[in-house]
């Protein structure tokens, strides 16, 4: 299994490694955000994926 992940460049829970590396950086980010203004970054973060992954489904590009 392992050598399949390398050849596809997935991880085993099936993301891209520039997925990975994204998510890491977000992670990276977000440990930087103050405190109490954490609650508001993730809000606003989610609301900016939802939108990225519903303007997907309308362009019928369903990864």
């Known amino acids: 299994m392992v050598?399949?992940?390398e050849k596809?460049?997935?991880s085993?829970?099936?993301y891209s490694n520039k997925?990975?590396?994204d998510a890491?950086?977000?992670c990276t980010v977000m440990a930087n955000?103050?405190?109490e203004k954490r609650g508001m970054f993730a809000t606003m973060l989610s609301v900016y994926m939802d939108g990225?992954?519903?303007g997907a489904a309308i362009?019928?590009?369903h990864r």
């Open 33 to 35: 955000v103050p405190a």
């Open 24 to 26: 890491r950086e977000v």
């Open 52 to 54: 990225m992954a519903a």
């Open 8 to 10: 596809t460049n997935m």
């Open 19 to 21: 997925q990975m590396q």
């Open 59 to 61: 362009a019928g590009d």
């Open 3 to 5: 050598a399949a992940i």
């Open 12 to 14: 085993p829970q099936g």
